[in-house]
């Protein structure tokens, strides 16, 4: 599904977009639409699940007590 939107270009980016579409021979809605999903991918990429810091422990030496702390995790 795509949504109408209007973007205003300044006079340079705006010929520059027309003469990029002429020379792929593409729509500059396309060229648009290109550009933005790629920012957009770009700007997520960096991005950390929601859950990661999400809890905290209630203790401010769990990194140096780590060891302590996992003592017989994971035997079985």
Known sequence: MT???TVYLDT???RRL???ATAQQR???ELIREAIAED???HSAGRRPA???AAHSGSSDLAERAE???EGFGEE
Do not use: M
């Open 27 to 29: 729509p500059t809605a």
């Open 18 to 20: 027309r003469a990029l």
């Open 3 to 5: 949504e109408k939107t």
């Open 51 to 53: 859950s990661i810091g």
């Open 40 to 42: 957009l991918e770009r």
């Open 68 to 70: 302590e702390w996992l």
């Open 12 to 14: 340079a980016d705006q």
